[in-house]
């Protein structure tokens, strides 16, 4: 059965870090395009980031450019999503998703996956 996990979530202080895990089960990780997307509360959930299979190529929203970083832990079957100098508007629900082999993204926000976590939240607030 395939399922993703996403963990790492918490409160944080504006102008701080947080590090989310994407954890796969059932099947191996590498093999596939992770994006990250998040939903914040009263808005439609959108793509943040997305690392592809194919030459691990990786995309970023505007938004988060400069400030994120996902990378790849081939022998812990994990993806993660390194988030430095938040920001209140950063708050949201992150997701995992998973769908291809390579990332198909507009503006270098990912879309059209159909394999999800559950999700883990961030709060960034003072």
């Known amino acids: 059965q395939v399922q993703l996990v996403e963990s790492g979530g918490g409160l944080v202080q504006p102008g701080g870090s947080l590090r989310l895990s994407c954890a796969a089960s059932?099947?191996?990780?590498?093999?596939?395009?992770i994006g990250w997307f998040r939903q914040a509360p009263g808005k439609e959930r959108e793509g943040v980031s997305c690392i592809s299979n194919s030459d691990g190529s990786q995309y970023y929203a505007d938004s988060v450019k400069g400030r994120f970083t996902v990378s790849r832990d081939k022998a812990k079957n994990t993806v993660y999503l390194q988030m430095n100098s938040l920001k209140p508007e950063d708050t949201a629900v992150y997701y995992c998703?998973?769908?291809?082999?390579?990332?198909?993204?507009?503006?270098?926000?990912?879309?059209?996956?159909?394999?999800w976590g559950e999700g883990t939240l961030v709060t960034v607030s003072s």
């Open positions: 998703a998973t769908d291809s082999l390579d990332c198909t993204t507009i503006g270098g926000k990912p879309y059209g996956m159909n394999y």
């Open positions: 059932g099947f191996t990780l590498d093999y596939y395009a």
